[in-house]
């Protein structure tokens, strides 16, 4: 399966460009040359990323496109791609996941891309697999309530179930959930 990658900027010689590299390298690619079309795809179409560029019909509208990008369902990741680079804290605040500053080496733009979609599907892997361990700790939460009911005790007290944070709180998930089966 081919991944998807939507590229948002305004300069059509950096949208050709760049379509033509990832094409020849097995990508799908869609282009949008505003934030507005970028967001409008962003509705109709899934992408696994999506590369946009800070500065285009306003300064605001790379920032428009990542917030759009981070609302949509299938949480794609998000590169901000800019001639002018700005403070990592910055980028991070914005929502995006990685900078790509331009002009740059194809070699380096590719490394760049997948090890940023490798980390990313790693990261949704970890999430989708930790969902299943929270319901089913969940559902015993709730049957361990509903037979105290029955038996006329106080049920114990509501436990909150978490999203693990990282890869250690999902290791320590799973080896709670098996220690409990």
């Excluded at 934030?35 to 590369?51: D, F, N, P, W």
């Excluded at 002018?84 to 804290?89: L, R, S, T």
């Excluded at 910055?90 to 331009?102: E, N, P, Y």
């Excluded at 970890?126 to 939460?141: D, E, N």
């Amino acid at each position: 399966m081919k991944r998807r990658i939507l590229l948002v900027d305004d300069e059509v010689a950096v949208l050709l460009t760049l379509k033509a590299v990832l094409e020849i390298n097995g990508f799908d690619v869609d282009t949008a040359a505003s934030a507005r079309e970028g967001k409008s795809k962003l509705r109709t179409r899934e992408y696994h990323m999506v590369i946009t560029d800070l500065r285009m019909e306003s300064d605001e509208a790379g920032i428009e496109v990542i917030a759009s990008a981070r609302s949509a369902s299938y949480h794609p990741a998000v590169a901000l791609l800019t001639a002018f680079p700005v403070a990592e804290e910055d980028w991070q605040t914005m929502g995006a996941d990685k900078m790509l500053v331009k002009p740059m080496h194809t070699r380096v733009l590719l490394q760049q891309i997948e090890k940023l979609l490798a980390s990313h599907e790693a990261k949704l892997s970890i999430w989708s697999t930790s969902a299943p361990t929270a319901a089913t700790a969940a559902g015993k939460i709730g049957e361990v309530r509903a037979a105290a009911k029955t038996a006329g005790r106080k049920a114990p007290a509501k436990r909150v179930v978490r999203k693990p944070v990282g890869k250690k709180a999902v290791r320590a998930g799973v080896k709670r959930a098996a220690k409990k089966k």
